[in-house]
């Protein structure tokens, strides 16, 4: 069924958050270990069969197209220098997927984003993925997702536990459990303040949509912060449809801000080949 699924990967954000590190640079190309953000979600996909990946871009984002297409002068260079295992790196990164763009053309929110896919994804069932989170588990989050779909036939997108004071930072969800981690959704509600959430199941940025979904997202208007939302077609869809949650048992790293950024740096080096050597230099400066 995996290869029928496409792959959305919106990542045309001003990244303000980052400033002015992402003045000229978007933040999916912001490194985490040993490659960009957004390549750890591009692996994500791949991980779960899915090669055709549509990644919805804006202004200044040309370089991530740069960095998923080859550089045959760099190639070139690297080949005349004999420096053949940097060259087969690169390579690999070139020859991941068969990767398309796309340009939101104004910053309208999430939903207004996955809309700009709904040519592309035409009659397949889709994922969204947000291309500044990365998720590692067993199985990968997007594997999951696909796994519940097959067995339930039904929309489904990941959430974990969130902090009761970190609601308003996250779509929330409302509903009831099902299946052990999975919960028959009734309600989402877009970054609540503590006292109106109705649970602490966040939403984690890992979404399976049959496509429907389109018929209900352009039927959003402008919400919170006056950005078109995501959760608010998820809404209109869940009164209309069985929509399903999983909490994912993995873990999740929001690059949303700098100390998100620098906490998902740190423990995934820590799970590296580098992580012993990383260990070793930490403990000698007593952290």
């Known amino acids: 069924m995996s290869k029928n699924i496409k792959a959305v990967i919106p990542a045309a954000g001003f990244g303000t958050r980052f400033l002015p590190l992402t003045k000229a640079q978007p933040k999916e190309m912001l490194s985490v270990v040993d490659r960009p953000t957004i390549q750890w979600v591009v692996e994500e996909a791949l991980d779960a069969g899915i090669t055709d990946i549509l990644i919805i871009t804006g202004r200044g984002k040309r370089a991530i197209e740069n960095h998923f297409d080859r550089s045959i002068e760099l190639e070139s260079a690297l080949e005349k220098a004999g420096k053949h295992d940097e060259l087969a790196k690169i390579r690999k990164v070139s020859e991941l997927a068969n990767i398309h763009y796309i340009r939101q053309k104004t910053q309208n929110?999430?939903?207004?984003?996955?809309?700009?896919?709904k040519q592309h994804v035409g009659d397949s069932p889709f994922v969204v993925m947000l291309g500044d989170t990365i998720c590692q588990g067993t199985p990968n989050c997007t594997s999951g997702l696909i796994e519940i779909y097959e067995e339930y036939n039904s929309s489904v997108f990941a959430v974990m536990d969130v902090l009761s004071?970190?609601?308003?930072?996250?779509?929330?969800i409302d509903g009831k459990i099902i299946d052990e981690n999975i919960w028959h959704v009734s309600q989402m509600i877009e970054k609540p303040e503590p006292k109106a959430a109705p649970s602490n199941?966040?939403?984690?940025?890992r979404y399976l949509f049959t496509p429907d979904l389109f018929e209900y997202q352009s039927q959003v208007v402008s919400g919170v912060k006056g950005e078109i939302q995501l959760?608010?077609?998820?809404s209109l869809m869940a009164e209309k449809t069985k929509m399903l949650a999983w909490r994912f048992p993995g873990k999740r790293f929001d690059?949303?801000?700098?100390?998100d950024w620098?906490?998902?740096?740190?423990?995934?080096?820590?799970?590296?080949?580098?992580?012993s050597d990383f260990s070793k230099w930490l403990n000698k400066r007593k952290i």
């Open 201 to 205: 199941l966040g939403i984690l940025g």
């Open 109 to 117: 929110g999430l939903g207004d984003a996955v809309l700009c896919a």
């Open 262 to 275: 620098f906490k998902a740096h740190t423990d995934l080096v820590l799970d590296s080949q580098w992580g």
């Open 255 to 259: 690059i949303g801000t700098l100390e």
């Open 165 to 172: 004071s970190e609601t308003d930072r996250y779509g929330i």
């Open 231 to 234: 959760t608010d077609a998820m």
